[in-house]
Antibody
Framework: QVQLVQSGAEVMKPGSSVKVSCKASGGTFSRYAINWVRQAPGQGLEWMGGIVPIFGSRKFAQKFEGRVTITTDEPSTTAYMQLSSLKFDDTAVYYC?????????????WGQGTSVTVSS | EIVLTQSPGTLSLSPGESATLSCRSSESVSSVYIAWYQQKAGQGPRLLIYEASKRATGIPGRFSGSGSGTDFTLTISRLQPEDFAIYYCQQYGGSSLTFGGGTKVEIK
């Protein structure tokens, strides 16, 4: 049974960067798209971007292009999302989610979420 | 970017009733690229329906999806207490993926 386990909560200063990890266990890693989705307090879901490790291909929401970096480490079956130049409104819960397949498939398995608070 | 508009914003129903949730797209989307998720308070989303009408693993038969083009529907028949939650539609085709704003199904 595949599980995604994310790193713990972070409190960051404006202008800094945060890196969130997402470790997959119990299944194949590299053949599936790993996506990052965030949810600000009391708000809906917002897709940030994703990666298909076996192809090394990435897609990003235009809003985050240039500010978000998504990488994977296949030996450790871990994906990473780094968001730079943090602003107060980046305060959110960040989720990783594995797709059913590669691009163009729904998000089947979700991590538990990582709370990121941007505060001075 | 494709915009998904969900309606109503909130649906107040009693257990045992049926719920019909709407998701309208700003442009035509292939039905293979539409999904529905359930999110309960304090939890992450759970995939219910993908490719507009296919139930994900372990999802009860009272959840069904339909639609094509720009109009998609999630139907929950005979609401159970555990079904009161927020529901999001999503389109995952193309270069940018988007979610609808959500419909909250609350106990009347």
């Amino acid at each position: 049974q595949v599980q995604l386990v994310q790193s713990g909560a972070e409190v960051m200063k404006p202008g800094s960067s945060v890196k969130v990890s997402c470790k997959a266990s119990g299944g194949t890693f590299s053949r599936y798209a790993i996506n990052w989705v965030r949810q600000a307090p009391g708000q809906g879901l917002e897709w940030m971007g994703g990666i298909v490790p076996i192809f090394g291909s990435r897609k990003f929401a235009q809003k985050f292009e240039g500010r978000v970096t998504i990488t994977t480490d296949e030996p450790s079956t871990t994906a990473y999302m780094q968001l730079s130049s943090l602003k107060f409104d980046d305060t959110a819960v960040y989720y990783c989610a594995r797709s059913i397949g590669t691009w163009g498939t729904a998000f089947e398995i979700w991590g538990q979420g990582t709370s990121v608070t941007v505060s001075s | 970017e494709i915009v998904l508009t969900q309606s109503p914003g909130t649906l107040s129903l009693s257990p045992g009733e049926s719920a019909t949730l709407s998701c309208r797209s700003s442009e035509s989307v292939s039905s293979v690229y539409i999904a529905w998720y359930q999110q309960k308070a304090g939890q992450g989303p759970r995939l219910l329906i993908y490719e507009a009408s296919k139930r994900a693993t372990g999802i009860p038969g009272r959840f069904s999806g339909s639609g094509s083009g720009t109009d998609f529907t999630l139907t929950i028949s005979r609401l159970q207490p555990e079904d009161f939650a927020i529901y999001y539609c999503q389109q995952y085709g193309g270069s940018s993926l988007t979610f609808g704003g959500g419909t909250k199904v609350e106990i009347k």
